[in-house]
């Protein structure tokens, strides 16, 4: 059973605590790196001991948040999870805190109350947000570099300021952190302005290989095995790519085909516009997500699996 | 000689006069129409007549702006331009208006001054924040339609707060500008997050016959008349096309070559990293712009006219 609490009651735990483990989720991105770089930050500068955890090694492209992470140079005393929705989320080598979060501070709406505190912001479109209100309630100062960190989850979770999740409260918090040194052109062109070479192969690959279905209003695009091993394309790369057909004029269901570890297995990334729900979708397939992001694992050949899914698109555009 | 004025004295000036034609600079963006529809709305709602000109139809995109165009229902009094910053951005049809515009508001430091009263901001990324500011002086509600229309010029001037140009006060106004009704999900999808069936081609072919010179730090894109007449796209299709490859890894100078209407000429869009002048690419061919974006006019056959160009790049480069 997890206690909810409000910002003010986070910070109190947070100023009476000592010898602290930040967690963040698996596969790591800017708003559970930033959120929990900054909370660091601010807990060392009031001469705090505390670190940062995480399942997978911390991508070069976050270096400049300077996160220090645990080594086992301290006995941990208190454990608080940042934008992790889940102990699933915490990854295998994280697992064995899955009973010991003490704090968790997050703004995922599934958020299944694993802690044994639990600061919820659903309504928030980055943890950082929240994370910037608890690190005001607790009394500190919000240095440059606490604000580039914070600066990173905001951006990053809200596409620039672009998702429909972005409110008035997310530009007033990008106003503030901008005034208090955040470095709004560096950071923009590291997420937004710039294309790793390999994203630009996998998207030329894209444009050359899509292929659309009824009236044009699907477009489904196969990674095979043998692309991949060419491109050898980062995780990210793809989650990118799968969005993208969904936004060309006309297309109402976007699907992205990619293999699994295991022969002869598939996972499908399906993206709508606003008439169509992707979660059904998926769910037919026995997977789910959201209306307009869902996904599913298939088992079967390519063949099998592009018709499978199709036909389901096909049940959902001409019924 | 103009007078330059701040935003009370505008908005005095606007508050005294009736039957204002407001004009809008030639191939209208979303700041220049966003923020003369929000002046036209306001001063109608004052009770005043008033209507907006521009040298080309309004795109349908625009079609939500409701601007009222100007079709000789009044006799004018006073003319307004908004983010014109000189009189040969109004265009064949509106260059009868260049020694009669009694007040401009603008934003680009470029302004050179043609009008009675100068409503200057050049450290604004648009119009649309400085017209914000006019109507507040002007003790004017801002309704949500009026927000549609302002937010419209902030977002697509700043590439959705993205540009370098974006500041603390872009975010607060923004932020107002949702509180008071604009429509933030709508006007990001439209122009944001939705790409036209001949952008996509336009993008296809870029991907597949863009050229890498000097160790892939220089990428070239020569659109010839033939693709031009199969693609069909529009102008805004292809100036968003420029500024692609420079934000591929590694690119430092970005050329796109495409015809001129007459045979034998070619102009040349230079975008540049922060390592490269695209000004002084283009200077050397005899044309100019701004240190990141920068362009020319050559004649020759297409051949000749890359060998020109690669040989600017390379100098500067290889230097």
Not at 79 to 101: C, I, P, Q, R, W
Not at 156 to 174: A, I, Q
């Amino acid at each position: 059973m997890t206690t909810k609490i409000d910002v003010n009651e986070a910070a109190e735990l947070l100023l009476a605590k000592d010898n602290i483990l930040i967690l963040c989720h698996k596969n790591p991105d800017g708003d559970t790196l930033g959120s929990a770089a900054a909370l660091c930050c601010v807990l060392r500068l009031l001469g705090k001991t505390a670190a940062v955890a995480c399942h997978n090694t911390i991508p070069a492209k976050y270096e400049y948040l300077n996160i220090p992470v645990y080594n086992d140079e301290f006995e941990v005393e208190y454990v608080v999870s940042v934008d992790v929705a889940g102990v699933n989320l915490l990854g295998e080598t994280m697992a064995h805190y899955a009973h010991k979060v003490d704090l968790c501070i997050d703004h995922h709406e599934s958020n299944n109350g694993y802690s044994n505190y639990l600061c919820l912001k659903e309504d928030y479109p980055a943890a950082a947000q929240l994370m910037y209100e608890v690190i005001l309630a607790m009394g500190c100062e919000i240095t440059p570099h606490v604000a580039d960190c914070l600066y990173t989850g905001l951006i990053t979770d809200t596409g620039c300021f672009k998702y429909s999740s972005t409110t008035p409260l997310t530009h007033v918090v990008g106003a503030r952190l901008m005034e208090l040194g955040a470095q709004h052109t560096m950071l923009v062109e590291k997420f937004f302005m710039s294309k790793t070479a390999k994203a630009v192969k996998l998207e030329k690959f894209m444009l050359n290989n899509l292929e659309y279905y009824f009236d044009d209003r699907c477009a489904l695009l196969a990674l095979t095995r043998d692309v991949i091993l060419d491109i050898k394309p980062e995780p990210t790369d793809i989650d990118g790519l799968s969005a993208m057909p969904r936004n060309f004029e006309g297309v109402d269901v976007s699907i992205l085909i990619r293999p699994l570890r295991e022969e002869g297995a598939y996972k499908l990334s399906i993206r709508t516009g606003e008439t169509v729900s992707a979660n059904e979708i998926a769910a037919a397939l026995g997977g789910g997500g959201h209306v307009r992001a869902a996904g599913c694992e298939v088992i079967g050949s390519l063949d099998s699996v592009k018709k499978a899914i199709l036909k389901e698109v096909e049940n959902i555009l001409c019924r």
